[in-house]
């Protein structure tokens, strides 16, 4: 059920929730009919915050077809997520491109494009286990939510570092789920350990036919692993960089199987058996250094003007003069 209201029509692409889960991760909920009538699970958006901004991928966390809202999840670990999370309930987020990508899974609903994955080993109805680590299991939950739409018995295991980073549990146990699989790194809340150990037990005792795993490039490696040498396939959504979202730059690309693929448009779901894991994390970090320098910059321009009025950088005009960027 929604919990958005308004005594008007929103403006595109304005906000009208936001919503700290955590300490540093915030969900934003934005207006944006065009997206919302046309976006499914698994699929993500392009976020620019001002017109000379770098252009941001997130994934759809939730959306609303008939309210005309989509709502996206991320950690605020730079620059540019540290503008968007600045930005208040009312104000505008200034470009929104999407929905971009693949589908997670086929829709047996003839309204939708039946373009999505088919996954290996699971028939209709099957046993399924979807794997959220960390902010990942904003991908996790509408993933969870449509294969349970679809007739699929599903189990969820999700892990986080600790309780206080652990998000989106209300809304999976909202769901029919077969169970949910808490894991904590250090025992806060649900069980100590990673989320690899129930999902070795769901994979060895035959519970489940395929995995779906969604998190950090390194979980996801260990995880599907995992399920693999237990002789279940498994699915991973891959998130290199990103830049246009449509296929045109291949700064996203990916090797699968030792062949070249765009994780925008031929993904971001790929069979997790194929993929080139250690050029995926290497290329992940080609950029760190760049992006600490301009983090930095921007919270000294921050420090360094406190007053009104001027050239400087302002949280309602998003960015003047030349921080852009």
């Known amino acids: 059920m929604s919990t958005i209201a308004s005594k008007r029509t929103p403006k595109m692409n304005e906000i009208i929730e936001k ?6 991760i915030v969900e934003l909920t934005v207006y944006d009919p065009r997206i919302a009538t046309k976006c499914q699970a698994g699929q993500f ?8 901004g770098e252009r941001v991928p997130f994934t759809f ?33 200034q470009d929104l491109a999407g929905p971009l990508g693949r589908p997670s899974l086929r829709s047996h609903d003839t309204r939708r494009p039946s373009w999505g994955n088919d996954f290996e080993g699971l028939t209709p109805g099957g046993n399924v286990v979807v794997v959220g680590g960390g902010v990942g299991t904003a991908v996790a939950y509408p993933v969870a939510r449509a294969l349970c739409e ?14 206080d980073l652990l998000i989106l549990e209300d809304e999976l146990r909202a769901l029919p789920l077969e169970a949910l699989h808490i894991m904590t790194d250090d025992g806060s809340t ?15 005792g035959r519970q489940v036919s395929h995995a779906i795993i969604v998190g950090p490039a390194i979980m996801m490696k260990f995880a599907s692993a995992t399920a693999l040498e237990a002789g279940v396939p498994a699915t991973v959504s891959l998130n290199p960089l990103m830049i246009d979202g449509t296929g045109m730059c291949g700064a996203c690309r990916v090797s699968i199987d030792g062949q070249t693929k765009f994780a925008c448009v031929d993904g971001p779901d790929f069979s997790a058996a194929g993929v080139d894991w250690a050029e995926l994390m290497s290329r992940q970090r080609s ?5 600490r320098i301009s983090h930095a910059a921007w919270q000294a321009e921050q420090h360094m003007c406190t007053h009104e009025d ?16």
Do not use: H
């Not at 649900?190 to 060895?204: H, M, S």
């Not at 950029?287 to 992006?291: A, L, R, T, V």
């Not at 001027?310 to 960027?325: A, E, H, I, K, P």
């Open 310 to 325: 001027c050239d400087c950088f302002d949280q309602t005009s998003l960015w003047r003069g030349n921080v852009d960027g």
């Open 19 to 24: 919503r700290y889960l955590s300490e540093g």
């Open 190 to 204: 649900g069980d100590k350990g990673l989320v690899t150990a129930p999902l070795k037990t769901l994979c060895e």
């Open 45 to 52: 958006l392009i976020v620019r915050v001002s017109p000379r």
């Open 150 to 163: 679809e007739g699929y018995k599903v189990q969820v295991i999700v892990g986080a570092r600790n309780a």
């Open 61 to 93: 966390s939730d959306w609303s077809r008939e309210e005309g809202w989509i709502r996206f999840i991320f950690m605020v670990v730079g620059k540019t997520t540290s503008v968007l999370a600045g930005l208040k309930v009312g104000e505008i987020v």
């Open 287 to 291: 950029y760190i250094d760049d992006e």
